[in-house]
């Protein structure tokens, strides 16, 4: 520990910031070094030790006091390693545990769908959707949209019409390629 001495007299004072620099720049290679060797990754050794580092920092007057205030920093470094590694495992085996589902993607007659109804009128698109896809009746579509059923019969065949226009225009778009 550095002591400076007070212009009041021979009384030593300790420099509690230089003493902790001085043993923070000493040890703390040396405990990265070990805690990489252990994890096995660089900047996850180096954030264990600079939290261990912090935590001592908050308490260095008690701990500068002990006789080997490395032990005790290596052991929260080390601690907070194995919480890690725990929690690591954890997150591992609960992935390892759920079920991997695979969604085949859309065939290519939804995509040309998709694309159809995207340019017809929103109302006509809702309607179609709701009814043909989602197999809601002429009442439950009315009801949902608050409208009267021969609306939506209106919506349902101007909607065909117009979905069977773009997948027309599709259909001859393709045979001039």
Known sequence: MNATMTRRGAMPVIDVQ??????????????????????????????????AFCRAFIRW??????????????RVAWNLATSRFRRRRTAVNFVRGQREEHADGPSPDRIVLVAALAKIPA???????????????????????????????????????????????????????
């Open 123 to 177: 109302q006509l698109r809702k309607a179609v959707v709701l009814h043909y896809i989602g197999d809601l009746s002429i009442a439950e579509i009315a009801e949902q949209e608050n409208a009267a059923e021969g609306t939506v019969k209106s919506w349902l065949s101007r909607g065909r019409a117009a979905l069977g226009e773009q997948l027309a225009e599709r259909k001859e778009g393709r045979s001039h390629v």
């Open 18 to 51: 230089r003493d902790f620099d001085e043993f923070y720049a000493a040890t703390f290679p040396v405990l990265r070094s070990q805690l990489f060797a252990y994890l096995g990754d660089r900047a996850e050794a180096q954030d264990v030790v600079q939290e």
């Open 61 to 74: 007057k008690s701990i500068s006091a002990y006789q080997d205030p490395f032990a005790w920093v290596r």
